[in-house]
T-cell receptor, first 117, second 110 residues
Framework: GAVVSQHPSRVICKSGTSVKIECRSLDFQATTMFWYRQFPKQSLMLMATSNEGSKATYEQGVEKDKFLINHASLTLSTLTVTSAHPEDSSFYIC?????????????FGPGTRLTVT | GIQVEQSPPDLILQEGANSTLRCNFSDSVNNLQWFHQNPWGQLINLFYIPSGTKQNGRLSATTVATERYSLLYISSSQTTDSGVYFCAVALRGGSYIPTFGRGTSLIVHP
């Protein structure tokens, strides 16, 4: 139980285009989802917290107009990187927490490796 | 905010060896998890352990919340244990948004 999927696993896009990443909780309802960014050999950096049906809460320094987060249902959250640039290249990971699993445990998706050329 | 320190930052072992990883935190917490990030980037839940001791096969963990630390024990290490081990904590009375440590990078040689 408590499986989180993420799609796509890898994406290469041209500078200036937008990329959408999906995060789904497959066997539980996730009231809260988190989006992280990870640079090589570094820890996870929290970008934003999203609750179903409400606006995401962004961490300081994260541009909300650039990283659009939509938590439209209890099983799906999306992250859209708008007008991507090479500096947005990174490993993006989502996680979910919800009543279907332990309320305080996070379960992570497999991550999306974004390369902007 | 809460500070989370993990030690050692790097660890190299021979297969079959035992090891202890430590996570120190600066404030009272009521949510602590240990994760293993494999070489492909997937984070795998190891333990949810805000206090006490748990065991799962060759792995066990102990959290002493009053002294603000947690330990992860790996016994009879295998090459598949290689990767980065993170602890993540959330403050008591907070919004349960975890803070991650910098991780311990483990390499197990055959």
């Amino acid at each position: 139980g408590a499986v989180v999927s993420q799609h796509p696993s890898r994406v290469i896009c041209k500078s200036g285009t937008s990329v959408k990443i999906e995060c789904r909780s497959l066997d539980f309802q996730a009231t809260t989802m988190f989006w992280y960014r990870q640079f090589p050999k570094q820890s996870l950096m929290l970008m934003a917290t999203s609750n179903e049906g409400s606006k995401a809460t962004y961490e300081q320094g994260v541009e909300k107009d650039k990283f659009l987060i939509n938590h439209a249902s209890l099983t799906l959250s999306t992250l859209t990187v708008t007008s991507a640039h090479p500096e947005d290249s990174s490993f993006y990971i989502c996680s979910a927490r919800g009543p279907g699993a332990s309320s305080y445990e996070q379960y992570f998706g497999p991550g999306t490796r974004l390369t902007v050329t | 905010g809460i500070q989370v320190e993990q030690s050692p930052p790097d660890l190299i072992l021979q297969e079959g060896a035992n090891s202890t990883l430590r996570c120190n935190f600066s404030d009272s917490v009521n949510n602590l998890q240990w994760f293993h990030q494999n070489p492909w980037g997937q984070l795998i839940n190891l333990f949810y352990i805000p206090s006490g001791t748990k065991q799962n096969g060759r792995l066990s963990a102990t959290t002493v919340a009053t002294e603000r630390y947690s330990l992860l024990y790996i016994s009879s290490s295998q090459t598949t244990d290689s990767g980065v081990y993170f602890c993540a904590v959330a403050l008591r009375g907070g919004s349960y948004i975890p803070t991650f440590g910098r991780g311990t990078s483990l390499i197990v040689h055959p």
